[in-house]
């Protein structure tokens, strides 16, 4: 039987660069830089589209004579919109390369916010909120994959961390310009901002956007014989298959039996995505009602401070994603130090304790007691911090998992990214939708006390994936990443 310390990765050892070492040398770290900066902005666009459209929700709901409640369904269906547009452009970017995929999105971003800008009904806002959220979609996944085809298995934990940070990040200021926008200027405007901010999005990547998949490995250049203008439909729900077994899965999470054999090692990939949804739910639940929380509890009524709220949050995002990159690889050197040259992909998911055991849990927990029972402008100020602390460890788990995917499956690392985010999505979809009721309910302290607990239970998902992630492995051999692909 295999061990923890049995081989799955082997460092080269005796100096001499192989095929695989070039394939990471085809760019420079400036352009490496670059090219993460681009699939950075590309990357936040998906949840600044949502975000920023809630503060605007009573303002649209006046202009379409509508209710809140059914102008909020539009959140919901951006949601359900990025679960399928991220499988949709992550499969097709195995096939055509992920260039071409940014490049076909981008524009159907451009021209949804601008059906956005000009809805007159709920209908055709809906509608056009759907192709919005689907243009940009594709943003999450293929950014995953890009930092995949362009860093070493070394490297790759800080450019993750830079991309994760500015989709979170992305999120959290949303709300605050989606606010000022509804205070002082337009929702209409903001969309049409939108339209021409994925115009130039598209132009830098026209420009200075090369394709980064390795030569040879897209489908299209497998064929032997193509048209000039060759369109190959590919199954977006094939990368669903990775998280198959759910009753394997299940067994594992409830009874952690280390001596169970899997039926798929792609289990190790469905644990993450749901520890990084419980630890993702605490984001949501913190920030989603804030105006019902915090809003209420401290007085604010003007939908910009509100908006400003979210910002301590953006800032944990955007100052946790690089420590907490930064912190993933130096786990996977020491560890792989100590085994002697031998790589342990769960390694990383080590770098993941920080925030998941102690500033995710505190942050959630402190805050729903603070705004229950602390008044006056200590509470909100203690309340800011947590949110700031809340974004730093949601990035320190989230970073390492991210990593981790690609690590073990990258190959197909665009692929596991959508699935991840597929799944997480419509996870958060229904999560986000029973927010306000508990509140309601059962009160804001006994609400976050209880995503305290789910948040802890997501960190012991992933205990349990680095005790016994090398008995999973070893049950079927699936093609796992060694030192000539990953």
Not at 164 to 185: D, I, K, N, Q, R
Not at 203 to 226: A, C, N, Q, W
Not at 277 to 285: N, P, T
Request: charged share 10%.
């Amino acid at each position: 039987m295999a061990s923890e310390e049995s081989p799955l990765l082997t460092s080269s050892s005796d100096g001499h660069r192989t095929a695989h070492d070039v394939v990471y040398e085809r760019f420079t770290q400036g352009q490496k830089r670059w090219i993460v900066f681009i699939v950075s902005c590309a990357g936040l666009l998906p949840k600044f589209v949502a975000a920023s459209f809630v503060p605007s929700i009573p303002q649209v709901a006046k202009e379409l004579h509508s209710t809140h409640a059914a102008v909020s369904l539009t959140v919901s269906l951006s949601t359900l919109a990025t679960a399928i547009g991220t499988l949709f452009w992550a499969a097709h970017s195995s096939f055509y390369g992920r260039r071409k995929m940014y490049l076909c999105g981008i524009p159907i971003l451009c021209v949804g916010s601008c059906g956005v800008a000009m809805s007159n009904s709920l209908e055709s806002l809906l509608f056009w909120q759907f192709v919005q959220t689907f243009g940009c979609s594709g943003g999450l996944s293929l950014g995953a994959g890009v930092i995949g085809d362009i860093y070493k298995l070394e490297e790759r934990g800080i450019g993750i961390g830079i991309f994760l940070g500015a989709t979170l990040f992305g999120f959290s200021v949303a709300p605050f310009l989606g606010g000022v926008a509804a205070e002082y200027w337009s929702w209409r405007n903001l969309h049409y901002s939108l339209a021409a901010l994925s115009l130039l999005e598209l132009l830098l990547i026209y420009v200075s956007f090369p394709e980064t998949s390795h030569p040879g490995t897209m489908g299209i250049d497998k064929l032997k014989r193509r048209r000039w203008i060759h369109i190959t439909l590919v199954n977006p729900l094939s990368c669903l298959w990775l998280l198959r077994s759910p009753n394997l899965f299940a067994v594992v999470s409830a009874y952690s039996a280390p001596y169970i054999v899997l039926g798929t090692n792609f289990v190790l990939c469905a644990m993450q995505m749901l520890a990084s949804s419980l630890v993702l739910i605490s984001d949501y639940v913190l920030l989603v009602p804030l105006a019902y929380t915090i809003g209420v509890q401290y007085g604010i009524a003007n939908k910009a401070i509100i908006g400003a709220c979210f910002l301590p949050n953006g800032l944990g995002n955007f100052i946790g994603a690089p420590l907490a990159g930064r912190l993933s690889d130096i786990v996977i050197r020491k560890w792989q130090k100590k085994r002697k040259g031998v790589w342990s992909p769960e390694d990383r998911l080590r770098a993941t304790w920080i925030g998941g055991m102690f500033m995710v849990p505190l942050s959630i927990g402190v805050s729903g007691l603070l705004t229950a029972y602390v008044v006056g402008p200590i509470g909100l100020l203690l309340n800011l911090l947590c949110l700031f602390v809340n974004g730093m460890g949601v990035v320190f788990v989230l970073n390492p998992i991210g990593s981790y995917n690609v690590d073990v499956l990258h190959s197909q690392s665009a692929e596991i990214t959508a699935a991840n985010v597929g799944v997480r999505s419509l996870i958060l979809s229904v999560a986000t939708a029973l927010v306000i009721p508990s509140i309601e309910r059962i009160g804001i302290a006994s609400t976050d006390i209880f995503v305290t607990v789910l948040a802890l239970l997501g960190q012991g998902i992933i205990f349990l994936t680095i005790r016994y992630g090398y008995l999973m492995r070893a049950s079927v051999d699936v093609g796992f990443s060694t030192i000539e692909n990953n």
